[in-house]
């Protein structure tokens, strides 16, 4: 079969496959900034994270410690999933006598530090401090153990009966009412 004179030609001109191609590479473009985008983001939040968790495990180390915090400023560092970090505590006064603040601070150990990628903000009461180091009241668990612990764990206190159990007349609704 020839291909008559008149008959316009099939197929893709050069300037059409450059556009083409320029219109792939663009969204291609587009793609992978995307990808780079969410990675970095994903990145920045585990270390928003593991900064959240490092401030707050040091407000509970301060309260745990069984002393009650001076006003004043600590700095250290730990490492935490491979990464080394360093925090900054400051213990502060408040309006409410024998009760500190307690604000820490994290970042990244090469970052700049008037930077952080965390803060928790704790408050540390003196009586609880002076009751926890004692053993009294706030610090260990007084009450009743499990009941599920032994005969020697059931002398402590008076035994609770059990609820009544409800019965249920055929005909009868769930509704309480006082009693005929």
Same mark, same amino acid.
């Given at each position: 079969?020839?291909?008559?004179?008149?008959?316009?030609?099939?197929?893709? $001109?050069l300037i059409e496959v450059v556009v083409a191609l320029a219109?792939?590479?663009l969204g291609m473009m587009a793609l992978f900034r995307t990808v780079s985008?969410?990675?970095?983001?994903?990145?920045?939040?585990?270390d928003r994270s593991l900064a959240a968790w490092i401030a707050t495990d040091r407000v509970a180390e301060i309260r745990l410690s069984g002393e009650f915090p001076s006003?004043?400023?600590?700095?250290?560092?730990?490492?935490m999933a491979r990464q080394r970090w360093r925090w900054k505590a400051s213990? +502060?006064?408040t309006p409410v006598k024998g009760l500190r603040r307690v604000d820490v601070r994290v970042r990244l150990d090469g970052d700049p530090e008037d $930077? +952080?990628?965390?803060q928790a903000t704790g408050f540390i009461g003196q009586a609880m401090q002076q009751a +926890?180091?004692?053993?009294?009241?706030?610090?260990?668990?007084?009450? +009743?153990?499990?009941?599920?612990?032994?005969?020697?764990?059931?002398?402590?206190?008076?035994?609770?009966?059990?609820p009544p159990k409800r019965t249920r007349s055929p005909g009868t609704n769930?509704?309480?009412g006082p009693e005929e």
């Open positions: 079969m020839t291909r008559r004179p008149d008959a316009p030609a099939r197929g893709f $001109t219109i792939v590479a985008d969410a990675a970095n983001n994903a990145a920045y939040l585990r006003v004043d400023e600590t700095e250290g560092e730990t490492e213990v +502060s006064e $930077t +952080s990628l965390a +926890s180091a004692t053993g009294a009241g706030g610090g260990a668990w007084q009450g +009743s153990p499990a009941p599920n612990q032994g005969a020697e764990a059931q002398d402590e206190g008076p035994v609770r009966p059990p769930d509704q309480e």
